[in-house]
Protein backbone atom coordinates (compact mmCIF):
# COMPACT_ATOMS: atom_id res chain seq x y z
CA UNK A 1 0.00 0.00 0.00
CA UNK A 2 3.41 2.57 0.33
CA UNK A 3 4.33 1.63 -3.30
CA UNK A 4 3.42 4.98 -4.72
CA UNK A 5 5.12 6.80 -1.46
CA UNK A 6 8.56 6.87 0.30
CA UNK A 7 10.35 10.03 1.83
CA UNK A 8 8.92 13.10 0.41
CA UNK A 9 11.92 15.83 -0.28
CA UNK A 10 12.19 18.99 -2.14
CA UNK A 11 8.75 18.11 -4.19
CA UNK A 12 9.81 14.30 -4.69
CA UNK A 13 8.84 11.15 -3.81
CA UNK A 14 12.04 8.89 -2.58
CA UNK A 15 11.76 4.87 -2.78
CA UNK A 16 14.78 4.43 -0.30
CA UNK A 17 16.18 5.50 2.46
CA UNK A 18 19.86 5.68 4.17
CA UNK A 19 18.29 3.16 6.99
CA UNK A 20 17.00 0.72 4.79
CA UNK A 21 13.50 -0.58 5.45
CA UNK A 22 10.37 -0.42 8.09
CA UNK A 23 7.86 -2.48 8.24
CA UNK A 24 4.56 -1.92 8.88
CA UNK A 25 1.81 -3.67 10.63
CA UNK A 26 -2.16 -3.97 11.06
CA UNK A 27 -2.67 -4.45 15.09
CA UNK A 28 -5.97 -6.23 14.59
CA UNK A 29 -4.24 -9.22 12.38
CA UNK A 30 0.17 -9.03 13.22
CA UNK A 31 0.25 -9.16 9.55
CA UNK A 32 2.67 -6.99 7.61
CA UNK A 33 0.96 -4.24 5.37
CA UNK A 34 4.05 -2.92 3.95
CA UNK A 35 7.73 -1.31 4.66
CA UNK A 36 8.48 2.02 3.75
CA UNK A 37 12.03 3.85 3.50
CA UNK A 38 13.79 4.99 6.88
CA UNK A 39 15.74 7.94 6.54
CA UNK A 40 19.42 8.10 7.25
CA UNK A 41 21.15 11.77 8.59
CA UNK A 42 21.74 12.36 5.02
CA UNK A 43 17.95 12.09 4.31
CA UNK A 44 16.53 14.54 6.58
CA UNK A 45 19.55 16.76 6.41
CA UNK A 46 18.59 17.24 2.49
CA UNK A 47 14.61 17.68 3.91
CA UNK A 48 16.26 20.58 6.02
CA UNK A 49 18.06 22.17 3.11
CA UNK A 50 14.85 21.79 0.53
CA UNK A 51 13.16 23.18 3.55
CA UNK A 52 14.96 26.45 4.20
CA UNK A 53 14.77 27.00 -0.02
CA UNK A 54 10.79 26.30 0.19
CA UNK A 55 10.69 28.72 3.16
CA UNK A 56 12.20 32.07 1.01
CA UNK A 57 9.42 30.56 -1.73
CA UNK A 58 6.63 30.01 0.43
CA UNK A 59 7.32 32.98 2.97
CA UNK A 60 6.79 35.84 -0.22
CA UNK A 61 3.30 34.26 -1.52
CA UNK A 62 0.73 36.31 -0.99
CA UNK A 63 -1.72 35.14 2.16
CA UNK A 64 -4.66 34.87 0.34
CA UNK A 65 -2.53 32.98 -2.33
CA UNK A 66 -1.39 30.46 0.40
CA UNK A 67 -4.82 30.49 1.36
CA UNK A 68 -6.25 29.36 -2.16
CA UNK A 69 -3.55 26.52 -1.87
CA UNK A 70 -5.01 25.40 1.24
CA UNK A 71 -8.10 25.42 0.22
CA UNK A 72 -7.19 23.30 -2.71
CA UNK A 73 -5.75 20.93 -0.14
CA UNK A 74 -8.59 20.38 1.54
CA UNK A 75 -10.92 19.60 -1.79
CA UNK A 76 -7.63 16.77 -3.20
CA UNK A 77 -8.39 15.16 0.89
CA UNK A 78 -11.89 15.18 0.75
CA UNK A 79 -11.47 13.24 -2.94
CA UNK A 80 -9.32 11.04 -1.10
CA UNK A 81 -11.37 10.31 1.76
CA UNK A 82 -12.03 6.29 1.43
CA UNK A 83 -8.57 5.92 0.44
CA UNK A 84 -7.21 7.66 3.55
CA UNK A 85 -9.99 6.14 6.02
CA UNK A 86 -8.76 2.62 4.74
CA UNK A 87 -5.11 3.26 5.78
CA UNK A 88 -5.60 5.04 9.03
CA UNK A 89 -7.65 1.53 9.87
CA UNK A 90 -4.99 -0.29 8.57
CA UNK A 91 -2.34 0.88 10.20
CA UNK A 92 -4.21 2.29 13.50
CA UNK A 93 -6.73 0.04 14.03
CA UNK A 94 -9.76 2.13 14.95
CA UNK A 95 -12.91 1.27 13.10
CA UNK A 96 -13.79 2.49 9.63
CA UNK A 97 -16.33 4.85 11.35
CA UNK A 98 -14.15 7.02 13.32
CA UNK A 99 -11.27 6.91 10.54
CA UNK A 100 -13.42 8.60 8.26
CA UNK A 101 -14.57 11.23 11.07
CA UNK A 102 -10.32 11.88 11.97
CA UNK A 103 -10.07 12.43 8.35
CA UNK A 104 -13.27 14.81 8.14
CA UNK A 105 -11.28 16.73 11.13
CA UNK A 106 -8.55 16.97 9.51
CA UNK A 107 -10.10 18.43 5.93
CA UNK A 108 -11.53 20.77 8.64
CA UNK A 109 -7.78 22.50 9.94
CA UNK A 110 -6.92 22.79 5.98
CA UNK A 111 -10.18 25.04 5.77
CA UNK A 112 -10.14 26.68 8.68
CA UNK A 113 -6.36 27.84 8.27
CA UNK A 114 -6.89 28.71 4.90
CA UNK A 115 -9.04 31.20 6.11
CA UNK A 116 -6.87 32.48 8.97
CA UNK A 117 -3.87 32.91 6.84
CA UNK A 118 -6.10 36.09 5.14
CA UNK A 119 -6.50 37.50 9.03
CA UNK A 120 -2.70 37.66 10.01
CA UNK A 121 -3.13 41.18 11.41
CA UNK A 122 -0.73 43.85 12.47
CA UNK A 123 -1.52 46.80 14.20
CA UNK A 124 -0.39 50.66 14.93
CA UNK A 125 0.63 52.35 17.54
CA UNK A 126 0.36 55.91 18.18
CA UNK A 127 4.37 57.08 18.64
CA UNK A 128 5.93 59.44 21.44
CA UNK A 129 8.56 60.21 18.90
CA UNK A 130 6.88 63.68 16.54
CA UNK A 131 6.05 62.44 13.44
CA UNK A 132 6.39 59.14 13.97
CA UNK A 133 4.15 55.60 14.36
CA UNK A 134 5.09 52.14 15.56
CA UNK A 135 4.11 49.43 13.43
CA UNK A 136 3.67 45.75 15.04
CA UNK A 137 4.35 43.19 11.96
CA UNK A 138 4.29 39.23 12.44
CA UNK A 139 6.37 36.80 9.97
CA UNK A 140 6.83 33.47 9.80
CA UNK A 141 8.70 31.80 12.74
CA UNK A 142 11.04 29.79 9.75
CA UNK A 143 11.26 25.83 9.18
CA UNK A 144 9.40 23.76 11.26
CA UNK A 145 9.72 19.95 12.28
CA UNK A 146 6.43 18.73 13.24
CA UNK A 147 6.57 15.29 15.25
CA UNK A 148 3.58 13.05 15.62
CA UNK A 149 2.02 10.20 17.73
CA UNK A 150 0.15 7.24 15.87
CA UNK A 151 -2.88 7.07 17.67
CA UNK A 152 -4.53 9.96 15.20
CA UNK A 153 -2.50 9.63 12.32
CA UNK A 154 -3.75 12.55 10.18
CA UNK A 155 -5.77 15.22 12.41
CA UNK A 156 -2.10 15.67 14.42
CA UNK A 157 -0.99 16.16 11.44
CA UNK A 158 -3.43 18.21 10.17
CA UNK A 159 -3.28 20.11 13.00
CA UNK A 160 0.26 21.23 12.57
CA UNK A 161 1.01 21.51 8.88
CA UNK A 162 -2.33 23.59 8.25
CA UNK A 163 -1.32 26.57 10.43
CA UNK A 164 2.38 26.15 9.87
CA UNK A 165 1.58 26.94 6.00
CA UNK A 166 -1.03 29.30 6.69
CA UNK A 167 1.66 31.46 8.53
CA UNK A 168 4.29 30.90 5.42
CA UNK A 169 6.55 28.46 7.41
CA UNK A 170 8.07 25.56 5.47
CA UNK A 171 7.46 22.27 7.28
CA UNK A 172 9.34 19.03 7.70
CA UNK A 173 7.20 16.12 9.08
CA UNK A 174 8.40 13.28 10.99
CA UNK A 175 5.53 11.35 11.86
CA UNK A 176 5.63 7.60 13.63
CA UNK A 177 7.01 4.50 11.85
CA UNK A 178 3.91 2.83 12.74
CA UNK A 179 1.33 4.61 10.56
CA UNK A 180 3.45 6.38 7.98
CA UNK A 181 1.18 5.86 5.12
CA UNK A 182 -1.16 8.34 6.91
CA UNK A 183 1.33 11.33 6.69
CA UNK A 184 1.84 10.23 3.12
CA UNK A 185 -1.83 10.44 1.95
CA UNK A 186 -1.69 13.94 3.25
CA UNK A 187 1.58 14.85 1.68
CA UNK A 188 0.48 13.69 -1.28
CA UNK A 189 -2.64 16.06 -1.52
CA UNK A 190 -0.49 19.05 -0.26
CA UNK A 191 1.55 18.20 -3.59
CA UNK A 192 -1.14 17.22 -6.11
CA UNK A 193 -3.24 21.29 -4.75
CA UNK A 194 0.70 22.63 -5.85
CA UNK A 195 2.03 23.38 -2.71
CA UNK A 196 5.96 24.72 -4.04
CA UNK A 197 8.50 22.08 -3.43
CA UNK A 198 10.56 21.70 -0.50
CA UNK A 199 7.38 23.78 1.86
CA UNK A 200 6.44 20.27 2.85
CA UNK A 201 8.92 17.38 3.31
CA UNK A 202 8.45 13.82 4.97
CA UNK A 203 11.02 11.98 6.66
CA UNK A 204 10.43 8.42 8.66
CA UNK A 205 12.77 6.74 10.53
CA UNK A 206 14.55 6.21 13.62
CA UNK A 207 14.81 8.69 16.34
CA UNK A 208 18.94 8.32 15.99
CA UNK A 209 18.59 9.77 12.31
CA UNK A 210 15.41 11.97 11.93
CA UNK A 211 14.70 13.48 15.10
CA UNK A 212 18.25 13.78 16.37
CA UNK A 213 19.10 15.71 13.07
CA UNK A 214 16.19 17.96 13.12
CA UNK A 215 16.09 19.38 16.95
CA UNK A 216 20.09 19.74 16.54
CA UNK A 217 19.75 22.16 13.12
CA UNK A 218 20.17 25.69 13.83
CA UNK A 219 18.06 25.87 10.84
CA UNK A 220 14.87 24.17 12.59
CA UNK A 221 13.26 27.30 14.08
CA UNK A 222 9.77 26.18 15.87
CA UNK A 223 9.30 22.05 17.12
CA UNK A 224 6.01 20.82 17.43
CA UNK A 225 4.95 17.78 19.33
CA UNK A 226 2.21 15.63 20.24
CA UNK A 227 3.08 12.78 22.12
CA UNK A 228 4.00 11.37 26.25
CA UNK A 229 5.27 13.57 28.57
CA UNK A 230 8.07 12.05 29.04
CA UNK A 231 9.11 12.66 25.51
CA UNK A 232 8.09 16.16 25.74
CA UNK A 233 10.45 17.00 28.64
CA UNK A 234 13.52 15.99 26.75
CA UNK A 235 12.58 17.73 23.62
CA UNK A 236 12.58 20.88 25.73
CA UNK A 237 15.70 20.18 26.80
CA UNK A 238 17.11 19.16 23.45
CA UNK A 239 15.66 22.30 21.88
CA UNK A 240 17.01 24.88 24.30
CA UNK A 241 20.67 24.19 22.65
CA UNK A 242 19.41 26.40 19.98
CA UNK A 243 16.68 28.19 21.35
CA UNK A 244 14.05 27.18 19.04
CA UNK A 245 10.62 28.09 19.73
CA UNK A 246 8.74 24.43 21.05
CA UNK A 247 4.67 23.92 21.05
CA UNK A 248 3.58 20.25 22.74
CA UNK A 249 0.41 18.77 23.50
CA UNK A 250 1.30 15.87 25.75
CA UNK A 251 -0.17 13.58 28.03
CA UNK A 252 -3.61 13.53 29.66
CA UNK A 253 -5.98 11.72 32.40
CA UNK A 254 -8.78 12.98 32.25
CA UNK A 255 -11.57 13.24 34.90
CA UNK A 256 -14.91 13.24 34.05
CA UNK A 257 -17.52 14.25 37.30
CA UNK A 258 -21.55 13.34 37.32
CA UNK A 259 -22.93 15.65 39.65
CA UNK A 260 -26.25 14.14 41.52
CA UNK A 261 -28.65 16.19 39.23
CA UNK A 262 -27.20 14.78 35.96
CA UNK A 263 -28.98 13.15 33.36
CA UNK A 264 -27.48 10.20 34.12
CA UNK A 265 -28.76 8.32 30.68
CA UNK A 266 -27.20 10.78 28.63
CA UNK A 267 -23.53 10.99 30.61
CA UNK A 268 -23.92 7.11 30.41
CA UNK A 269 -24.63 6.98 26.59
CA UNK A 270 -22.20 9.44 25.67
CA UNK A 271 -19.30 8.17 27.92
CA UNK A 272 -19.17 4.65 27.09
CA UNK A 273 -18.79 5.57 23.23
CA UNK A 274 -16.10 8.19 24.09
CA UNK A 275 -14.19 5.70 26.37
CA UNK A 276 -13.69 3.13 24.03
CA UNK A 277 -13.43 5.17 21.17
CA UNK A 278 -9.84 4.49 19.58
CA UNK A 279 -9.83 1.58 22.20
CA UNK A 280 -9.05 4.36 24.96
CA UNK A 281 -6.36 5.09 22.63
CA UNK A 282 -6.79 9.09 22.93
CA UNK A 283 -5.63 11.97 25.28
CA UNK A 284 -8.73 13.58 26.22
CA UNK A 285 -10.68 10.78 26.84
CA UNK A 286 -12.20 10.27 30.41
CA UNK A 287 -9.69 7.75 32.55
CA UNK A 288 -11.19 8.12 35.87
CA UNK A 289 -14.86 8.80 36.75
CA UNK A 290 -16.37 10.73 39.42
CA UNK A 291 -19.83 10.10 40.58
CA UNK A 292 -21.82 11.44 42.93
CA UNK A 293 -22.58 8.67 45.38
CA UNK A 294 -26.62 9.28 44.93
CA UNK A 295 -25.56 7.77 40.89
CA UNK A 296 -22.87 5.83 41.78
CA UNK A 297 -24.09 2.02 42.03
CA UNK A 298 -26.52 2.88 38.58
CA UNK A 299 -23.61 4.63 37.22
CA UNK A 300 -21.09 1.39 37.17
CA UNK A 301 -23.89 -1.10 36.08
CA UNK A 302 -24.94 1.20 33.24
CA UNK A 303 -21.15 1.80 32.16
CA UNK A 304 -20.92 -1.90 32.21
CA UNK A 305 -23.91 -3.06 30.60
CA UNK A 306 -23.39 -0.84 27.49
CA UNK A 307 -19.50 -1.68 27.54
CA UNK A 308 -19.81 -5.51 27.67
CA UNK A 309 -22.09 -4.64 24.64
CA UNK A 310 -19.59 -3.20 22.28
CA UNK A 311 -18.27 -5.36 19.12
CA UNK A 312 -14.79 -5.57 18.96
CA UNK A 313 -13.11 -6.88 15.82
CA UNK A 314 -11.18 -5.35 13.02
CA UNK A 315 -12.12 -1.87 12.20
CA UNK A 316 -12.61 -2.44 8.14
CA UNK A 317 -16.00 -4.25 9.33
CA UNK A 318 -18.60 -1.83 9.23
CA UNK A 319 -20.12 -3.27 12.43
CA UNK A 320 -17.13 -3.03 14.60
CA UNK A 321 -17.05 -0.76 17.60
CA UNK A 322 -14.15 -0.79 18.71
CA UNK A 323 -10.62 -2.20 17.53
CA UNK A 324 -7.16 -3.71 19.19
CA UNK A 325 -4.37 -1.42 20.58
CA UNK A 326 -1.73 -0.46 18.65
CA UNK A 327 0.82 -3.03 19.72
CA UNK A 328 1.80 -5.61 21.70
CA UNK A 329 3.88 -3.25 23.93
CA UNK A 330 0.51 -1.29 25.15
CA UNK A 331 -1.32 -4.51 25.28
CA UNK A 332 0.90 -5.50 27.98
CA UNK A 333 1.09 -2.46 29.50
CA UNK A 334 -2.77 -2.24 29.81
CA UNK A 335 -2.56 -5.37 31.62
CA UNK A 336 -0.17 -4.13 33.96
CA UNK A 337 -3.06 -1.53 34.99
CA UNK A 338 -5.66 -4.14 35.45
CA UNK A 339 -2.94 -6.11 37.38
CA UNK A 340 -2.45 -3.16 39.76
CA UNK A 341 -5.98 -2.75 40.13
CA UNK A 342 -7.08 -6.07 40.91
CA UNK A 343 -3.74 -5.90 43.66
CA UNK A 344 -4.66 -2.82 45.05
CA UNK A 345 -8.71 -4.28 45.56
CA UNK A 346 -9.98 -2.97 42.75
CA UNK A 347 -13.56 -4.73 41.51
CA UNK A 348 -12.88 -5.62 37.71
CA UNK A 349 -17.07 -5.27 36.91
CA UNK A 350 -15.95 -6.36 33.26
CA UNK A 351 -13.47 -7.16 31.19
CA UNK A 352 -10.00 -7.05 32.37
CA UNK A 353 -8.23 -9.59 29.82
CA UNK A 354 -8.19 -10.44 26.09
CA UNK A 355 -11.09 -11.66 24.71
CA UNK A 356 -11.38 -15.67 24.18
CA UNK A 357 -12.63 -15.36 20.47
CA UNK A 358 -10.34 -12.64 19.15
CA UNK A 359 -6.39 -14.47 19.44
CA UNK A 360 -5.05 -12.65 16.72
CA UNK A 361 -3.83 -8.99 17.07
CA UNK A 362 -3.61 -6.49 19.98
CA UNK A 363 -7.35 -6.70 21.42
CA UNK A 364 -8.44 -6.35 24.81
CA UNK A 365 -12.08 -6.29 26.76
CA UNK A 366 -13.87 -2.88 27.46
CA UNK A 367 -12.87 -2.45 31.01
CA UNK A 368 -14.83 -1.44 33.94
CA UNK A 369 -12.82 -1.09 37.66
CA UNK A 370 -14.92 0.08 40.69
CA UNK A 371 -13.51 0.53 44.25
CA UNK A 372 -10.11 1.65 43.75
CA UNK A 373 -8.22 4.01 45.95
CA UNK A 374 -7.09 7.69 44.12
CA UNK A 375 -3.54 6.39 43.86
CA UNK A 376 -3.94 3.55 41.78
CA UNK A 377 -2.73 2.76 38.89
CA UNK A 378 -6.20 3.20 36.86
CA UNK A 379 -6.85 6.12 38.72
CA UNK A 380 -3.42 8.50 38.98
CA UNK A 381 -1.72 7.62 35.59
CA UNK A 382 -2.87 8.04 31.94
CA UNK A 383 -3.61 4.50 30.80
CA UNK A 384 -4.18 4.95 27.09
CA UNK A 385 -6.62 2.49 27.09
CA UNK A 386 -9.86 1.04 27.28
CA UNK A 387 -10.12 1.18 31.07
CA UNK A 388 -12.83 2.76 32.84
CA UNK A 389 -12.22 3.48 36.55
CA UNK A 390 -14.93 4.40 38.51
CA UNK A 391 -14.95 6.09 42.09
CA UNK A 392 -17.86 7.80 44.35
CA UNK A 393 -18.03 10.96 45.94
CA UNK A 394 -20.25 13.30 48.23
CA UNK A 395 -18.96 16.91 48.18
CA UNK A 396 -18.01 19.68 45.25
CA UNK A 397 -14.95 20.19 47.33
CA UNK A 398 -13.68 17.14 47.83
CA UNK A 399 -13.48 16.07 44.41
CA UNK A 400 -12.65 19.26 42.58
CA UNK A 401 -9.19 18.80 44.64
CA UNK A 402 -9.14 15.16 43.72
CA UNK A 403 -9.04 15.60 40.38
CA UNK A 404 -6.85 18.73 40.67
CA UNK A 405 -3.88 16.68 42.89
CA UNK A 406 -2.00 14.95 39.72
CA UNK A 407 0.22 16.50 36.92
CA UNK A 408 -2.11 16.40 33.84
CA UNK A 409 -3.82 19.24 33.03
CA UNK A 410 -5.51 18.12 29.51
CA UNK A 411 -9.10 17.82 29.63
CA UNK A 412 -11.64 17.46 31.93
CA UNK A 413 -15.74 16.81 31.86
CA UNK A 414 -18.80 17.90 34.17
CA UNK A 415 -22.18 16.64 33.67
CA UNK A 416 -24.37 18.26 35.49
CA UNK A 417 -27.87 20.82 34.70
CA UNK A 418 -27.04 23.89 37.54
CA UNK A 419 -25.94 26.43 35.89
CA UNK A 420 -23.84 28.18 38.76
CA UNK A 421 -22.52 24.34 39.10
CA UNK A 422 -21.35 24.68 35.54
CA UNK A 423 -19.24 28.44 36.54
CA UNK A 424 -18.03 26.74 39.30
CA UNK A 425 -16.37 23.73 37.72
CA UNK A 426 -15.15 25.32 34.81
CA UNK A 427 -13.05 27.48 37.41
CA UNK A 428 -12.44 25.40 39.97
CA UNK A 429 -10.82 22.38 37.30
CA UNK A 430 -7.53 22.88 36.33
CA UNK A 431 -7.21 21.98 32.93
CA UNK A 432 -6.51 23.41 29.65
CA UNK A 433 -10.22 22.29 28.54
CA UNK A 434 -13.40 21.58 30.25
CA UNK A 435 -16.43 19.61 28.36
CA UNK A 436 -19.72 20.58 30.12
CA UNK A 437 -22.69 17.93 29.37
CA UNK A 438 -20.47 17.35 26.19
CA UNK A 439 -17.01 15.48 24.87
CA UNK A 440 -16.80 17.60 21.71
CA UNK A 441 -13.65 19.44 22.39
CA UNK A 442 -11.66 18.63 19.18
CA UNK A 443 -12.86 21.10 16.45
CA UNK A 444 -11.06 23.57 13.80
CA UNK A 445 -12.32 26.73 15.12
CA UNK A 446 -11.60 25.90 18.93
CA UNK A 447 -7.87 26.15 20.63
CA UNK A 448 -6.71 22.27 21.92
CA UNK A 449 -4.12 21.96 24.36
CA UNK A 450 -3.59 21.86 27.92
CA UNK A 451 -1.57 23.34 31.21
CA UNK A 452 0.85 21.56 33.74
CA UNK A 453 2.49 18.45 32.54
CA UNK A 454 -0.10 18.15 29.77
CA UNK A 455 2.13 20.77 27.72
CA UNK A 456 2.43 24.30 26.10
CA UNK A 457 0.60 26.20 23.23
CA UNK A 458 -2.66 25.64 21.66
CA UNK A 459 -3.39 23.70 18.11
CA UNK A 460 -6.93 25.07 16.40
CA UNK A 461 -8.39 28.19 16.56
CA UNK A 462 -7.38 31.54 15.73
CA UNK A 463 -4.65 30.75 18.50
CA UNK A 464 -3.34 28.20 16.75
CA UNK A 465 -1.50 30.48 14.30
CA UNK A 466 0.46 32.64 17.04
CA UNK A 467 3.25 30.47 17.71
CA UNK A 468 4.39 29.86 13.77
CA UNK A 469 4.93 33.39 13.93
CA UNK A 470 7.32 36.05 15.32
CA UNK A 471 6.58 39.67 16.00
CA UNK A 472 8.32 42.34 14.24
CA UNK A 473 8.30 45.98 15.81
CA UNK A 474 8.74 49.03 13.35
CA UNK A 475 9.22 52.55 14.54
CA UNK A 476 8.93 54.29 11.37
CA UNK A 477 9.17 58.15 11.94
CA UNK A 478 8.45 60.52 8.59
Not at 58 to 84: K, P, Y
Amino acid sequence: MYRNFGLFIDGDWQRAGGEGFIEVCDPASGEVIGEVPAAGVADVEAAISAANDGLRTWRSTAAWQRADVLHAVADRMAARSEEAARCITLEAGKPLAQSRREWALSVDQFRWYAEEARRIYGRIVESRAPGGRIEVLHEPVGIVAAFTAWNFPAVLIARKVAPALAAGCSVVVRPSSEVPGTAMIIVDCLREAGVPKGVVNLVVGPTSTTYATLIASPAVRKITLTGSTAVGRQMARDAAGTLKRVGMELGGNAPMIVFGDADLKAALDLAVPTKFANAGQVCVTPDRFYIHETLHGAFVAGFAERARALRLGHGLDEATQMGPLINRRRLEAIEAVVADARARGGNVVTGGGRPADLNRGCFFEPTVIAGLPDDAEAIAAENFGPIAAITPFSQADEVYRRVNQGEYGLSAYVFTRDPSRIREAVSAIEAGMVGVNSFALAAAEAPFGGIKSSGMGREGGAEGIVDYLNVKLAQVTI
